[in-house]
């Protein structure tokens, strides 16, 4: 999810760099993808809940943390958009929200709501700017925003509860200055290079 959505991955940072690339049929097929993949964690951590555990090699990602960005992402396109990737969007939402039920439950965690709210008004704006710009038809902002409260509700005190109990922190909906792990990251030959030595990524502009 690093390239698609950054670390911490955010659901705002999923939908701009799809946007960028005007692929709108992409992130349908990117929350099919993750649709089976959801699927079979549950096979997985329900099964074997010790998985549950199991860390990221990176201290800014985890599997809660990925799975919550795709709640937050369908949530919104749940709420806002109309068209196809909206039926994607269902789909992934549903299956998803069914499995952060069921593994609180086998780790006997309570749901529970969080004091700071994870999406405030002015980010919701900016979120709303990411879904107009990808030229969907999208709903009435009234009618949307009762929608994603309604959605919200649904699944945010379970990522809550299991933010929680697993000590896995859960990601904001958007991120002024999102970061990159593949990016920074430096094989042993060139670490201890100076600055000036370094090979340099550039942003690629097709």
Same mark, same amino acid.
């Given at each position: 999810?690093?390239?698609?959505?950054? &670390?911490?991955?955010?659901?705002?940072?999923?939908?701009?760099?799809? !946007?960028?690339?005007?692929?709108?049929?992409?992130?349908?097929?990117?929350?099919?993808?993750?649709? &089976?993949?959801?699927?079979?964690?549950?096979?997985?951590?329900?099964?074997?809940?010790?998985?549950?555990?199991?860390?990221?090699?990176?201290?800014?990602?985890?599997?809660?943390?990925?799975?919550?960005?795709?709640?937050?992402?369908?949530?919104?396109? !749940?709420?806002?958009?109309?068209?196809?990737?909206?039926?994607?969007?269902?789909?992934?939402?549903? !299956?998803?929200?069914?499995?952060?039920?069921?593994?609180?439950?086998?780790?006997?965690?309570?749901?529970?709501?969080?004091?700071?709210?994870?999406?405030?008004?002015?980010?919701?704006?900016?979120?709303?700017?990411?879904?107009?710009?990808?030229?969907?038809?999208?709903?009435?902002?009234?009618?949307?925003?009762?929608?994603?409260?309604?959605?919200?509700?649904?699944?945010?005190?379970? !990522?809550?509860?299991?933010?929680?109990?697993?000590?896995?922190?859960?990601?904001?909906?958007?991120?002024?200055?999102?970061?990159?792990?593949?990016?920074? &990251?430096?094989?042993? &030959?060139?670490?201890?290079?100076?600055?000036?030595?370094?090979?340099?990524?550039?942003?690629?502009?097709?």
């Amino acid at each position: 999810m690093d390239a698609h959505a950054g &670390s911490p991955p955010t659901a705002g940072e999923l939908l701009r760099r799809h !946007i960028q690339g005007q692929n709108v049929q992409a992130l349908g097929q990117y929350l099919h993808d993750w649709e &089976s993949w959801v699927a079979e964690l549950m096979e997985s951590h329900l099964s074997y809940p010790v998985l549950c555990y199991f860390r990221s090699q990176h201290t800014n990602q985890s599997w809660l943390a990925a799975l919550a960005t795709i709640l937050d992402t369908c949530t919104l396109i !749940i709420a806002y958009a109309e068209g196809g990737v909206r039926w994607q969007a269902k789909m992934t939402f549903a !299956i998803s929200r069914h499995a952060v039920v069921d593994l609180a439950e086998v780790l006997g965690a309570l749901p529970r709501a969080r004091k700071i709210d994870r999406l405030p008004v002015e980010d919701l704006g900016k979120l709303r700017t990411f879904l107009t710009a990808t030229g969907i038809p999208l709903r009435s902002s009234v009618e949307g925003d009762q929608k994603l409260d309604h959605l919200r509700q649904m699944y945010e005190p379970y !990522i809550n509860t299991l933010s929680d109990r697993l000590l896995m922190p859960l990601p904001p909906w958007t991120l002024a200055k999102p970061m990159d792990n593949w990016r920074p &990251s430096l094989s042993a &030959s060139f670490r201890d290079l100076p600055a000036s030595r370094l090979p340099e990524m550039e942003e690629d502009k097709d």
